[in-house]
């Protein structure tokens, strides 16, 4: 007959999320003690002990305290006055085994008063197990006398002990879990604010006033009737979440994950206009439930008596305003009229380092519900916004202001977001905490900020403008800056905020993942790349506030984003952006300015003639180098050659399979230019350190007389090197000409052709003697590239120079990163950039080698 109820008690966890939520823990209670008591007398009644039980069964945990989950394990305990006898073993297979046989987690465990006492004594999870202890069988005698014995040996000596120990789990918990309110994914159970908080302020209401329910606690004056009811309003809806999230996973499942939100709200009736869920509203709802209850039990236990039953007493630190607790509370002659008096209130909060008191913090949020964006318009509302965020210790004051909605009075866009779960993975917080943690890294830069920073980089963050990006910037339509920009502008344009001032926060708003998107997605030896931060940052003063801030910015975000690795990565890339806008001065701001514009023009050209998606390809793959020295109609010109180069080497890699498809594949382009009065030819194809002594080796071999000559390396592995001529040779039509060109050097790159062989007798032979080792000028540069070793050099023209020198570099295995040649009447002037390794070449050996080499091969050695 017993198991009648376990049977009705099993069908609580086959319910839906949407019956679920409306889980009532007291009928669920009912059937399990309805299963033990009568379990219990079916088998006192088989051993004759009905009359005469000699322990007695208690429950203990959720169970105990009446609001357990379906999920959650069912913990008890016999308690006998002596020794355990023999045959009490004999009860726990009979009376667990049908739980167990249908699933029910049984956690139990066999006392004498004597062991638990003890074990009590020396551990506060025994003593706050035995706060939750209720009678469920048994010998009522034995209950009650272990209550009394627990109460005067144990109880009432543990008064402060127990009050450290519960100080102590808090701090551990906001270790672990963090604060409920602030987390994307928080534990409804762990994290502070949620339901062991609940526990814990109800033992604490048992320890001090002997009262552990909320309703004991009203009657003996320790909570008044106001806090009674928002705080069991809030324990009923994290307790029906729970459960809700419980039946959609078929477990125990307390950590509230992304995936589950839109389920979990759905369940619990929180639907947008569209009969879809409204996740924001749900978690607007539950952070109002974690902020309550975190607030209640940390107010609660400040306000605890002495050991001469005296509570805290209170100390007028301002006007209307008294101390106590730490915690700020309001005089019963001070109200709160205006949104001035709730911001002065704050500045209190934030200039004394103490936050207000749960019921300071219920009087502001029911006064926040007639005000909206109070800043705006009201200079004086203002200023002391301001002097909050100036304040010392503004973070947990603006902590506060946003638990109690006051700071989205104060700025309704961030209202929007408050409570937002970002697309992004990797956030931990919503997006209102985000910026929130994000300003108090600033805020703190001084103290917390790595050894990397500098003195004056640590002290940007306790800048106005910094601390109002931070503030700012998650608000907008998207997660990342879409929208963020125009909705800030708006927003400062109503504060009247300096011009200036504003374009700096709307720097940081805007491009606060530049710098940590290159230094993790993009390759920071490629100048290109720095020259387009260089280009976006504009100055030394503004990169040193954006490097701090996107410190604080992924911080803020995750731990994972803000590694030793992903750190020094972007201290390499500040170094070289740096190094570029102090070298460049007013010049690399004005390039910087020029890049980007260009860039733009590129894309959208590139959009109209190919689509978005070549587009973008297209512009991640050109070098900032050719973009300013190369006209834009040839740029889409050169474009379309790299289109049917791309073409042509997935063909031949189809049809030549083994990794040896592509070499040898070129795509040529002959023009004349008429305002040049010049021919210019141009080849790309994929890059090979083979490649520039192939082609320059092609041209002499062919006797075409280059007058100057480029190349560009793209960052998608193709080459373009561009020669112009101001005449072509006259003994033979240039087309076959330049076909005898094309096949020439896809057989040199293919290895069909021995240039080197062919070239040996037909070069020249260089100016012999002294004036030939004078004639020959030879600069090597590290200073003036952080990614390049510059060579400049200026020699006696003949024939093949341009040859022998890529055949050097190619050699000595480097890579010709770009090139620019050109001929003035008997000299010929080249400027070569070039890398080994992926980087410049910095050994003196190794750049003596160079200078050597080049030297022998003008001079004929």
Request: net charge negative.
């Amino acid at each position: 007959m017993s198991e009648r109820h376990l049977e009705r008690a099993l069908q609580y966890r086959s319910c839906t999320p949407e019956e679920a939520a409306d889980f009532r823990p007291s009928e669920y209670v009912q059937l399990l003690d309805g299963y033990f008591g009568e379990r219990l007398q079916e088998l006192l009644y088989r051993a004759g002990l009905q009359r005469n039980c000699p322990f007695a069964l208690c429950a203990v945990g959720s169970y105990g305290r009446r609001n357990p989950s379906v999920f959650s394990d069912v913990e008890l305990v016999l308690v006998y006055p002596g020794k355990l006898p023999a045959e009490s073993l004999d009860f726990a297979p009979q009376l667990f085994a049908p739980l167990w046989d249908r699933g029910f987690e049984v956690r139990h465990a066999f006392r004498s008063y004597r062991e638990i006492l003890s074990e009590s004594r020396k551990d506060f999870r025994v003593f706050t197990s035995l706060l939750d202890l209720r009678f469920i069988g048994g010998s009522e005698e034995i209950f009650e006398e272990f209550c009394e014995q627990f109460q005067t040996k144990v109880l009432k000596k543990k008064h402060r002990a127990f009050l450290s120990f519960v100080k102590k789990n808090v701090g551990t918990r906001r270790r672990r879990s963090g604060s409920a309110a602030e987390r994307v994914e928080p534990d409804l159970k762990e994290s502070v604010g949620g339901l062991r908080d609940v526990q814990q302020l109800r033992w604490l209401g048992q320890v001090f006033y002997g009262a552990g329910s909320f309703e004991g606690l009203t009657e003996c004056g320790a909570l008044d009737a106001e806090s009674r009811r928002v705080l069991e309003e809030q324990w009923a809806f994290l307790s029906h979440t729970r459960q809700v999230l419980h039946t959609l996973n078929g477990a125990r499942q307390d950590v509230l994950r992304r995936e589950d939100i839109p389920a979990v709200a759905g369940a619990l009736g929180f639907e947008d206009g569209q009969g879809k869920a409204d996740q924001l509203a749900f978690m607007g709802r539950l952070s109002q439930a974690f902020v309550a209850i975190q607030a209640a039990r940390e107010t609660f236990s400040r306000q605890l008596p002495n050991a001469e039953g005296e509570i805290p007493a209170r100390t007028s630190i301002a006007p209307g305003v008294e101390l106590s607790g730490d915690e700020l509370f309001l005089s019963e002659e001070k109200t709160l009229e205006s949104p001035e008096d709730v911001l002065w209130l704050f500045g209190v909060s934030a200039r004394e380092g103490v936050l207000l008191a749960w019921p300071t913090q219920r009087e502001v949020i029911s006064r926040s519900a007639d005000w909206k964006d109070v800043l705006t318009g009201a200079p004086e509302a203002l200023e002391l916004f301001r002097n909050i965020l100036q304040a010392g210790n503004a973070e947990d004051t603006l902590v506060q202001m946003m638990e109690t909605g006051f700071l989205g009075v104060c700025i309704p866009e961030l209202a929007a977001v408050q409570y937002r779960v970002p697309t992004m993975q990797e956030h931990v917080f919503t997006s209102g905490r985000h910026c929130l943690a994000t300003l108090h890294l600033l805020a703190q830069a001084e103290k917390r900020a790595p050894e990397a920073f500098k003195e004056e980089q640590r002290r940007c963050g306790q800048e106005e403008t910094v601390l109002l990006a931070a503030l700012l910037h998650a608000i907008g339509p998207g997660d990342a800056n879409q929208g963020a920009e125009d909705t800030v502008e708006q927003l400062l344009e109503r504060w009247k905020m300096p011009r200036e001032q504003a374009e700096d926060i709307l720097f940081l708003v805007t491009r606060r993942t530049v710098l940590l998107d290159v230094a993790r997605h993009r390759d920071t030896n490629d100048e290109s790349e720095i020259a387009r931060c260089a280009a976006l940052i504009g100055s030394p003063e503004r990169l040193d506030r954006l490097y701090l801030f996107t410190w604080a910015h992924a911080r803020a975000t995750s731990p994972k984003l803000w590694t030793r690795s992903i750190a020094q990565h972007v201290a390499d890339l500040v170094a070289k952006v740096r190094r570029m806008l102090e070298s460049g001065g007013e010049k690399a701001a004005g390039l910087g300015n020029e890049l980007l514009d260009k860039r733009r023009r590129l894309y959208e050209a590139l959009e109209k003639q190919s689509g978005e998606e070549l587009a973008q390809d297209m512009l991640e793959a050109v070098p900032a180098r050719y973009i300013l020295s190369v006209e834009l109609p040839d740029i889409l010109r050169h474009a379309e050659m790299l289109q049917k180069l791309k073409a042509a080497v997935e063909q031949d890699q189809r049809i030549k399979p083994g990794g040896r498809g592509g070499a040898g594949v070129i795509v040529r382009d002959l023009r004349f230019d008429s305002l040049e009065d010049e021919w210019e030819f141009c080849v790309a194809a994929q890059y090979s350190p083979d490649f520039a002594a192939a082609v320059s080796g092609v041209m002499a071999l062919m006797e075409i007389p280059v007058q100057s000559a480029v190349s560009f390396v793209w960052r998608n592995g193709s080459v373009l090197h561009i020669f112009r001529m101001k005449s072509l040779p006259e003994s033979m039509p240039r087309d076959e000409l330049f076909s005898r060109v094309e096949i020439s050097l896809r057989s040199a790159l293919t290895g069909r052709l021995a240039l080197d062989t062919h070239l040996e007798s037909d070069i020249p032979e260089p100016c012999s003697g002294k004036d030939a080792e004078t004639g020959v000028e030879l600069g090597i540069d590290n200073d003036d590239s952080a990614f390049h070793t510059v060579l400049e050099m200026n020699a006696p023209f003949r024939r093949g120079l341009m040859y022998l020198c890529a055949r050097v570099f190619r050699d000595m295995g480097m890579d010709l990163v770009f090139s620019r040649v050109r001929r003035q009447a008997d000299r010929c002037r080249m400027e070569y950039f070039v890398r080994e390794s992926g980087k410049r070449i910095e050994a003196k050996n190794r750049l003596d080698d160079v200078r050597k080499r080049l030297f022998a091969m003008t001079l004929g050695e």
